[in-house]
């Protein structure tokens, strides 16, 4: 069950929390196993697998050819017949790629066999720019899976977080896609010794505030937070919500806090139109409708495809003062 | 036309040594009920008793029931869009499927999944599919299941030759001869993508492509039931003792439209290439005329089993009719487990 | 330019302005062509393109394997090379397995090569249930390409709109998606013979309302005019307004309507939850945040996979029906 | 690891007659300046003066070199995210280069596309591609392109061997070749996807991938600029010839990492491989070795080439340190024509 996230003896970086989640549901379930390219001696390449082949072997952490759309689905077959497989896309970027493994195939088979066959699988993936990547390397692409029936969506923003999170997930019986900011992995965090697994659906109160509420998903989660901080320079208390999960979604914990505050931003890294600020955004004006002050302000990535040059790959994400621009706005303080 | 399959006679013989009378008359049973069983749903089609449409396996019968027989019952498959000779062969109840066509809720899948959806565990059948090809990641996965699990399972990937333009076929073909997977993929051809003919849109040999990966090829006459059964016999040896996949082209043809409503097929294939396969590569024919040759049976035993079967499917049919169709409240239910 | 909808001479179906559409442009320039399964003979299986082969040859109307990644993708490169293709994506439920040529080719090549390369190409695809076909065969999956920039959108509701939006898709030169109703191809409706187009971004007036904003998209546009009339019965009067493009969206007269009227309820068969009644609700939530007199109600499909049985499937399309009772409720009148 | 190239002498001789010396110091000099090049990436990147990261080519310039050399001005290339060998062979310009690879708007793409995609329409440059597999689409479409407008161009698909894990090829090359399209798939072979080397997740033969769809394959040393160039050649005149695609497997190494930050590589491949390559099939040395061995040049010559290279490089890296960034408001520029 859910534990509050700031309690704990050691401190470890989102990388390793990731890894450790996998181990121990490795351990516990010898179903459970990883596929995906350079998963296994190179540990991917942003090392966040680093290890683990070595305690359980090519046979559980496999390495695979560069076939996006071929793995994901031999990984649907093998959920479908007893065992737990963790899909490894390299960048999120690559979804595409397998979207037809997961929309048509993954998603949707439980509900064709009437319930009959189960798909309990795990694609591990990634979002976030301003690494300097481009467009093809550089997308956030969760709203595309949020909209599908079928998948469970889930946005870790804290090393606590991510492993809670994920053995949940390795345990859930549906697909599940689960998306990690590449920004992050070495970002460090307190994460307790002991087992725990975070439910999903449930939404964490990042910090507590009476002002304005910041809904704010992954990456953006610290962005948040960091405007909440510039803004209580100016005297303006803001609330971080971190739904944790897209879907489900916790829509209860959102619009209590926009009804308490009456006013609300949403925070999140995918492009701004017919993305995740949109749904959250239309949760909140509908839940909280009579309470609100002002227009549910939305922050998406720019629609742009991610641009290569620094200068102007900056400009596609929100940024802390950004947000807390737009909160000192929306609470009619410029 | 290719019409013919490349293995000897002998070995043929050597196979198809050992197996009893009984499982002949039962391969002729299964055939003549997937038949019977086509007809109906035409009939219902024709009726409008059955929402949507259907893709009859009519013609094709041999080819399932071949290599059905040739599976253990914890085997597994997955389909296609022309699925019905594939679940009924590896076990599926006619009155479930019937009531599933129909959209009831005592349907293999609730009336959630309709013709081209019919799933069965029970019987290994992990899902006919709509998506063409969609079933070579899910099948090559399940034969990566039954090997880490050591089940001694194999899996079989049943598809039309039109899925060779998959590009997801290649992929998990290279994996699965990479890891030596227990799947044997089935390239029923029956020389039609819908209303073209496989030759304007598939480019150099057929047995090349398997080829390609290391994976060997057999090609067998898929009118021919005991061609059928005695080639995936030997394949499945093969295959549990872990030599890996292999790749099994059935020739073969289907009788009616690509689809129920698909009546006017002049512009892309002749009534007389039609009259020709009924008349000459009926698999039903091929099979009867050997087991009487044989003395294996006789007409009256052959109507026999035509009768039983032709009554199982107008039983199954009244079932369905009968059945009560899913509750409102079904409707997001199963979305997740 | 735009027309008034209603003034023709002569009606025709949808299928028959969209075979015009693609006629007429075949004629005026020779290098669009159509590329697809089973496009040439066969005339695709809703008969949408029968007689185009008979008249420009199989070289423009060309039967391709079943590959739809690889002939899109080929449809990229032709594009950026002087030929304007109309790919046929047979359901648009395949659309995920040609999702990275779409995503990650077709939509950023512009983007990336600093506007040097360009790729002027039209995805013809379909959307819509109800029709008995199931999970893989029924999805309205426009919100998934709505949300990526570089790609336009195109959601016509009439033949005289879908003849003017696929010439001016394929005259543009950007890739352009454009999702035919597939229960909509027997409908006939009002087309001028003459020459027309009708730009994108320009939402038209379906029908003039003064109490509610019912905002339609393809489908739905039907469903919401059906609704209209009911309502009349009881006395509210409802706007019908349908975006005819999602992207661009020409938020202007959506919100402008909603101001008048105070009311709106989005209604579109994709999936509700991330989809497109998410992006329009929270266009007006935002921009007529002052002038609703009720939330913003957002009716898409349910998020189900679209269930085979008639007694299900029914259930998880917007009817005419339910649109007027939320509507009604809207307008206080329960 | 395979070296040589399955070609006769012969043949290669034929191919070469009438090559004059000027072209062969024309490759020299194209070689050696993409060395250049790359160790100045290396270089921008150890400095954190270029953004991101970067996958150098070093050890493969005879393969883009040999075979940019074979094409008109005016053929196709569409490129991957090895790409900078490929771009400038086919006649990308040094400093526009450099400053696309900083984010410079003088870039070649204004500093949105960076060393992952590069393209310059104005040689003929579809576009570096950092989807593994991305250019196959495009390269055959534009080979449809070429075919319909009837313009004698061809289109060269540059991939790496890791690109025969994407599906997309195979639906590409299916359709290549029923369409008989002027395209070819070029291979480049340096053993490994990243940090794992081919043959764990390769089946079967390479060769065997193009002959499943009846393309014809040819091989050849990639280490060797004559050796690639006059097969290339060959097969430029087959294509023109409109005889159909055709697969082009160029065996070669890359000396770096996979990417610029790539540096311990042990638990993937041996330091001693690495210096085998190095010492006895470095492209350069090859070509330099018979052009002082036929007497076409002497080490001045030579030298003087390599400081012209040089030098141009220097001066790029110049340019384009110099360059300014876009301008903000470049940002959503470009979305849409
Ligand atoms: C990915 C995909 N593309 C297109 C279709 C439409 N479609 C359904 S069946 C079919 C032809 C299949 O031909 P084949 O694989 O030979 O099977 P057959 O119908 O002959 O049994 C097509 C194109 C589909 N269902 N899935
Ligand atoms: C579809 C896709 N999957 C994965 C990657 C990540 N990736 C980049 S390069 C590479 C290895 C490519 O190997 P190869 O094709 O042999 O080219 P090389 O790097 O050797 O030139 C991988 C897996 C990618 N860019 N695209
Ligand atoms: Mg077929
Ligand atoms: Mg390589």
Known sequence: MSMPSAVADREITFAQAVREALAEEMRRDPAVFILGEDVAEAGTPFKVLSGLVEEFGTERVTDTPISEAGFTGIAVGAAMTGLRPVVDIMFGDFLPLAMDQIVNQAAKVHYMSGGKLRVPMVVRTNLGATRRSAAQHSQSLHALLSHIPGLKVVLPSTPYDAKGLLKTAIRDENPVVFFEDKLMFHLKGPVPE?????????????????????????????????????????????????????????ARTIVESAKKTGRAIVVDEGHERYGVTAEIASVIAEGAFYHLDAPVKRMGAMDVPVPFSPALEDLTVPTAERVAEAARALCGRT | MRRTAPRTETQQADALQGVAREQWLAMYEQMIKIRAFEEQVNELYRG????????????????????????????YITSTHRGHGHCLAKGARVDLMFAELLGKVSGYCRGKGGSMHIADPQSGNLGANAIVGG???????????????????????????????????????????????????????????????????????????????????????????????????????????????????????????????????????????????????????????????????????????????????????????????????????????
Request: charged share 25%; net charge negative.
């Open chain 1, 194 to 250: 002991g087992e725990y697994t975070i439910p999903f659906g449930v939404a964490d109160v990042k910090r507590q505030g009476t002002d304005i509420t910041l809904v704010a998903t992954s990456s953006m989660v610290q962005v948040a937070l960091a405007a909440a901080q510039i803004l209580e320079k100016d005297g303006i208390s803001a609330e971080v919500i971190d739904p944790r999960t897209t879907v489900p979604l916790d």
């Open chain 2, 48 to 75: 409008a008793k059955m929402p949507g449409l259907a893709h009859l396996y009519t013609g094709q019968e041999a080819s399932a029931v071949g290599i059905c027989q040739a599976l253990r019952p914890d085997d």
């Open chain 2, 135 to 337: 079933g070579a990641g899910i099948a090559t996965g399940a034969a990566l299941s039954a090997k880490r699990r050591g089940s001694g399972q194999v899996s079989v990937c049943f598809f039309g030759e039109g899925a060779l333009g998959q590009g997801v076929l290649y992929e998990v073909m290279n994996m699965a001869a990479l890891w030596k997977l227990p799947v044997i993929y089935v390239c029923e051809n029956n020389l039609y993508n819908e209303y073209t003919h496989y030759s304007e849109v598939t480019a150099g040999e057929l047995r090349a492509r398997p080829a390609a990966f290391g994976i060997q090829c057999v090609e067998v006459d898929g009118q021919d039931v005991r061609a059928v059964y005695a080639t995936t016999r030997r394949v499945v040896e093969r295959l549990r003792a872990g030599e890996g996949p292999a790749f099994l082209i059935s020739n073969t043809y289907r009788y009616f439209g690509h689809h129920v409503g698909d009546v006017n097929r002049a512009y892309y294939r002749s009534k007389e290439e039609e009259l020709d396969w009924k008349a000459r590569r009926d698999p039903l024919a091929i099979l009867a005329d050997w087991l009487t040759g044989e003395g294996l049976a006789d007409a009256g035993t052959l109507e026999e089993i035509e009768r039983r079967a032709r009554a199982e499917v107008a039983a199954g049919v009244e079932f369905a009719l009968a059945a009560p169709y899913p509750d409102p409240g079904e409707v997001d239910q199963h979305v997740y487990a």
